[in-house]
Every structure is written in C-alpha cells, then in structure tokens.
C-alpha cells in the first residue's frame, strides 16, 4: 500500500496517514491480520517524524482498527466494515459542509461545485 502525504493539504499529516489506513482498510487492501510497517519504518519512507506516525498508529489502535503486539508490531483488527465506512461518510459530509460553506462564500454556484467536483474527481 502507497500512502501520499500532501504537505499543503488542509489535513495534518497524521491524519492523511489516518485516512489513508482506513481507506485500505475499508477497500480491503489491507486484511485482517496484515502487519503493518514499524513506527519508524513507516516514518522514514513517508520522510516524516516518528512522533507523527507513532501518532497515527495510536489513533487506529484508539479506534479499534489496529492492534499492538509486544515486540512484533501493528496488526489490522477484525473490523465492522459497515461501521467503519460509515464513519468515514460522517467525516466526508463534515469536510463537504466546511467546503460548500467556503464556496458560497467565493460566491460559487451549486452547478460550479458540482463541475468542480466533478473535473477534479476524473483527475483524481
């Protein structure tokens, strides 16, 4: 699995390693049982501080999604992934209302978000 750190984007960087984990978690690219890569391997191929992969491990295993195994490492849970992907629709919608909020703010109409949307979602 390939995480992208954007370090212009909007999200911390611990976060975009967060959501990116959830996503192949939730995608299956990720099953039940898969190590994950150690705190500091994770930091030095992504050329972040440890602290902040080691807090992003520690938001999954807080959430249920990752679990710690004394001197092996991180491991994927068995998971809900009803609940999971539910959740990350609530944070999706929470991120599209701050975003709508600023578009009307710049005086955007529903149709420019939409085709917005719609080009950035064919680049992506």
């Not at 975009?16 to 039940?32: D, H, M, R, S």
Request: aromatic fraction near 6%.
């Amino acid at each position: 699995m390939k995480i992208v750190i954007q370090p212009q984007g909007t999200l911390a960087i611990y976060e975009q390693i967060v959501n990116q984990l959830k996503n192949a978690i939730v995608t299956g690219e990720l099953q039940a049982g898969e190590a994950l890569p150690s705190i500091r391997g994770l930091a030095g191929e992504l050329n972040v501080s440890v602290i902040t992969t080691k807090r992003a491990y520690e938001e999954l295993e807080k959430e249920g999604l990752i679990r710690s195994v004394s001197g092996k490492g991180f491991y994927v849970c068995e998971y809900n992934t009803d609940y999971l992907r539910e959740k990350q629709l609530v944070m999706l919608e929470r991120r599209l209302q701050e975003v709508i909020a600023e578009a009307k703010q710049a005086g955007l109409g529903c149709e420019e978000v939409k085709e917005m949307v719609e080009t950035l979602f064919e680049e992506g």
